[in-house]
Nanobody
Framework: QVQLVESGGGLVQAGGSLRLSCAASGSIFSINAMGWYRQAPGKQRELVAMLTSGGITNYADFVKGRFTISGDNAKNTVYLQMNSLKPEDTAVYYC????????WGQGTQVTVSS
C-alpha cells in the first residue's frame, strides 16, 4: 500500500505561481512513477505531468513550458511547480503513484482568478 498526502493548493491570480507537494509513504520501494492529474468541474480527470523512477518526465501539452515536475527521493516527495497560471488551470489536482496498482491522494484545490 502507498499513501499520498498533497499540499500547496490555493487561490492565485492569473500569471501567478503555486507549488504543489505530494509526500509518499508506505511501500514506496514499489513505486515506478509519480505524477499529477487534475479534474475541473464537469470534466474528466486528465494527466498533467508524470515523473518515472528513472527520471523521465512527461507533460500534457497544455502545461509544457509552464509547469515543472520534480522529485526528492530523500523526502519521498514529488513537486509540481506551476508558473504562468491561467484561469483554465482551475481544478482539483490529484497526486498519483503507480506501483503494483494505482494510488491517489485526496486532492488539492487550485483556483486561478482572472
Amino acid at each position: 500500500q502507498v499513501q499520498l498526502v498533497e499540499s500547496g493548493g490555493g487561490l492565485v491570480q492569473a500569471g501567478g505561481s503555486l507549488r504543489l507537494s505530494c509526500a509518499a509513504s508506505g511501500s514506496i520501494f514499489s513505486i515506478n512513477a509519480m505524477g499529477w492529474y487534475r479534474q475541473a468541474p464537469g470534466k474528466q480527470r486528465e494527466l498533467v505531468a508524470m515523473l518515472t523512477s528513472g527520471g523521465i518526465t512527461n507533460y500534457a501539452d497544455f502545461v509544457k513550458g509552464r509547469f515543472t515536475i520534480s522529485g526528492d527521493n530523500a523526502k519521498n516527495t514529488v513537486y509540481l511547480q506551476m508558473n504562468s497560471l491561467k484561469p483554465e488551470d482551475t481544478a482539483v489536482y490529484y497526486c498519483n503513484a503507480l506501483s503494483r496498482g494505482a494510488y491517489w491522494g485526496q486532492g488539492t484545490q487550485v483556483t486561478v482568478s482572472s
